[in-house]
């Protein structure tokens, strides 16, 4: 089993940062690409952005291009997701995610979950 905890939610203004974290624990042998997702009230989850396992390899969905950016600490078995410039829109419940094979942009690809994390960006 692999558990992910996400972190670093909060309620900011428009133009603030924010970093999430995500620690992994457990078996984390054969995984692939990590991710990060977002759902807002109503809506399923959509895609934000993801890293492959080696670190290598980054994708965002164009939205957050240019003010996110995720990251990999191997040694600490944790990827972040730095947040600049949010905006109203990117208010939403973030996750992270993990799965076992190549990156996927679906979030019904990945097997792992985190529990989520509240971001809130005021106008």
């Known amino acids: 089993q692999v558990q992910l905890v996400e972190s670093g939610g909060g309620l900011v203004q428009a133009g603030s940062s924010l970093r999430l974290s995500c620690v992994t624990s457990?078996?984390?042998?054969?995984?692939?690409?990590m991710a990060w997702f977002r759902r807002t009230p109503g809506k399923e989850r959509d895609f934000v952005g993801g890293?492959?396992?080696?670190?290598?390899?980054?994708w965002y969905t164009d939205s957050v291009e240019g003010r996110f950016t995720i990251s990999r600490d191997s040694a600490r078995n944790t990827v972040y997701l730095q947040m600049n410039s949010l905006k109203p829109e990117d208010t939403a419940v973030y996750y992270c995610?993990?799965?076992?094979?190549?990156?996927?942009?679906?979030?019904?690809?990945?097997?792992?979950w985190g529990q989520g994390t509240q971001v809130t960006v005021s106008s």
């Open positions: 457990g078996r984390t042998f054969g995984i692939n690409a």
């Open positions: 995610a993990l799965r076992t094979s190549t990156f996927s942009r679906s979030p019904a690809a990945y097997e792992y």
């Open positions: 890293i492959s396992w080696s670190g290598g390899s980054t």
